[in-house]
C-alpha cells in the first residue's frame, strides 16, 4: 500500500463522545464486572449489526434497546451520562474530533462513542496525534488520534459503524 492510500474509509460524521487524558500505564478496564460488560456489549453490537443488514427497523429497535438498558444501568457518576456531539472524521485506523480543550501529541486518550443508529457504546485507546486550530465556532481545538493496536474487535465494530453510515449517505443521495 503507497503512502497516500489510507488503510480504511474514513466518514465526517456527529458522534455522541467523551475523551480524557489517561497515565499509559493505566489498565484499560477497572474491574471484572465493566470487563464482562464490555464484552457483552460488544457481542451485542455485533449480533444489532448483523440484524442491521437483515432489516433496518429491527437493527434500530434492537440498538434502541441495548441503549436503554445501558441508560437504566448506568449510575449518576458514571461518563456515559455525559457524552456530548461532537464533529468528527472516523475511521477504522483513528478519530479526529472537536474539542473545548486542546490534547499534547503523544498523549494516550480513553475514548467513549455513542455509534448512532444502532446505538452501541463503544470504548477505545488512542493516541493524539496532532491538535490544530478548528475553524468550527464551538471547538476551538481538532484532535487527530490514532487508536492503539490490539483492540481489534473494538475497530471492526467501528469499521461497521462507518461501513452503515456509507450505505446511508449513498442511499440518500440516490433515491429509489
Excluded: K
Excluded at 43 to 68: C, D, K, P, W, Y
Excluded at 80 to 103: C, H, R
Amino acid at each position: 500500500m503507497s503512502d497516500t492510500q489510507r488503510e480504511f474509509f474514513r466518514i465526517d460524521d456527529q458522534l455522541r463522545l467523551r475523551w480524557q487524558v489517561v497515565d499509559p500505564n493505566a489498565p484499560q478496564s477497572a474491574n471484572d464486572r465493566e470487563t464482562e460488560l464490555r464484552d457483552l456489549n460488544e457481542a451485542l453490537h455485533n449480533m444489532i449489526s448483523t440484524a442491521f443488514g437483515v432489516s433496518a427497523v429491527m437493527g434500530e429497535a434492537l440498538g434502541l434497546v441495548n441503549r436503554q438498558i445501558e441508560l437504566l444501568t448506568e449510575t449518576e457518576d458514571s461518563p456515559m451520562l455525559d457524552l456530548a456531539s461532537v464533529p468528527v472524521n472516523l475511521s477504522g485506523s483513528g478519530l479526529a474530533f472537536g474539542s473545548q480543550t486542546p490534547a499534547e501529541a503523544g498523549q494516550l486518550l480513553d475514548l467513549t462513542m455513542l455509534l448512532l443508529p444502532t446505538n452501541a457504546t463503544v470504548q477505545i485507546r488512542a493516541t493524539v496525534v496532532t491538535c490544530s486550530p478548528c475553524e468550527e465556532p464551538n471547538w476551538p481545538y481538532w484532535i487527530r488520534s490514532s487508536f492503539e493496536p490490539g483492540q481489534e474487535f473494538v475497530t471492526e465494530q467501528i469499521v461497521q459503524h462507518v461501513n452503515l453510515r456509507q450505505v446511508q449517505s449513498l442511499s440518500s443521495r440516490h433515491p429509489s
